[in-house]
């Protein structure tokens, strides 16, 4: 099952195996990827970094070709991946209930949660947030900046489905990860703009991340305009209309991520497959 | 309109030499967009699994909104925007 084609590839079990990571030799590609991550927008590929990405974006015929390339490369599936690009690493947005599926029953051991890096690198910030699995686990338990401090590093699975949920309710999108492109490792929870992947597809429209399986359907009868939702969107996606006193969603800003459900009272909000949404289907 | 241009100082923060940008991070912090990163100094031998010697780029330079609190909250005055 290829990604974007209207099916759940992050159900797929062979994703997460440990011979998938094996026959990748992807312990060799993620030690890498890892110890290099903070400077994978600096460093000059063929000439250009992400330096100013907008401007350069922005340029007639050559905007077009960097971003033709960008997209090569995160979509990547050569033998040849380069690790300090990130080749081949993009994701997709998941309600809760997929990404709880995933670490219930996918997620390969050892599971681990540690810094997450993106907020590490963009904000400074320690916060124990990002969990990851399978052949990457081994790799980050040997970077010390990433390591929790006080707090176990290692997790069972309930206990990751209970930090996932924390998280979630907290207000942060559960995202799950090729690193690189078949194999899963990871789980995150995105905050944006700080997260290097949400950033790409909201400021540059790359496609790091896709959008979910799934697009935000409101009950206007059950609505009560509390906009409590409101403030839970990521991507802008809602809008109280103070004429109409309900909440507005916007279908093609939607990602699906389902958070804002976490904020209503009323059981205005559910989740519905993207592919049942005529005008939607496709689209992600 | 004028590209915008974050000029940091590496005399004042960064690179082993002024203010170890992991322990300051108030421009990270201080900046809505995020429009900085900071990174292991390339170009120069370190541990690659332990690196201890960081700076601050100014990435996402069209994305900065010229509010200039970066500036102000600078405690190095190292970093100039234009």
């Known amino acids: 099952m290829k990604h974007g084609a209207g099916g759940k590839w992050y159900l797929n079990a062979r994703n997460y195996s440990d011979q998938l990571a094996k026959d990748l030799d992807l312990e060799s590609y993620l030690t890498e990827q ?7 927008f600096i460093r000059k590929i063929m000439g250009i970094s992400s330096i100013g990405l907008g401007y350069k974006l922005r340029m007639p015929i050559i905007g077009r070709v960097i971003r033709w390339n960008a997209e090569k490369m995160i979509h990547s599936e050569s033998k040849n991946r380069n690790p300090f690009r990130a080749d081949g690493h993009f994701g997709q947005v998941l309600p809760l209930e997929d990404a709880k599926l995933i670490l219930s029953n996918l997620a390969a051991e050892p599971i681990i949660e540690n810094y997450c890096m993106c907020r590490l690198m963009q904000r400074g910030i320690k916060e124990v947030c990002c969990i990851n699995f399978g052949v990457l686990s081994g790799v980050i338990e040997k970077l010390p900046r990433f390591i929790p401090e006080n707090t176990k590093l290692r997790l069972d699975r309930e206990e990751a489905v209970a930090r996932l949920e924390k998280h979630s309710r907290a207000g942060r999108v559960s995202t799950v990860w090729f690193q690189p492109v078949p194999y899963v490792c990871a789980i995150c929870s995105c905050e ?90 496709g689209m992600y | 309109m004028a590209k915008t241009k974050i000029i940091i100082d590496y005399t004042k923060c960064g690179d082993g030499v002024g203010v170890d940008p992991r322990q300051c991070g108030r421009c990270l912090r201080a900046c809505d967009p995020a429009v900085f990163l900071c990174h292991e100094t390339l170009g120069v031998s370190q541990d690659p699994v332990d690196p201890q010697i960081w700076r601050i780029t100014a990435v996402w330079l069209d994305l900065c909104n010229h509010c200039i609190k970066c500036v102000h909250e600078c405690p190095q005055s190292a970093i100039t925007v234009i």
């Open chain 1, 34 to 40: 890892w110890s290099n991550f903070e400077t994978v």
């Open chain 1, 192 to 281: 944006t703009p700080q997260c290097g992947g949400l950033r790409l597809r909201n400021d540059f429209g790359l496609m790091s991340v896709y959008k979910g399986e799934y697009v935000i359907r409101l009950d206007p009868d059950r609505c009560q305009g509390c906009k409590l939702c409101v403030s839970m969107c990521q991507f802008g996606a809602l809008r109280h209309s103070p004429s109409l006193k309900r909440v507005l969603v916007d279908n093609t800003k939607c990602f699906g991520c389902g958070l804002c459900r976490h904020a209503c009272n009323f059981d205005a909000l559910q989740l519905v497959p993207r592919e049942e949404v005529p005008g939607l289907k």
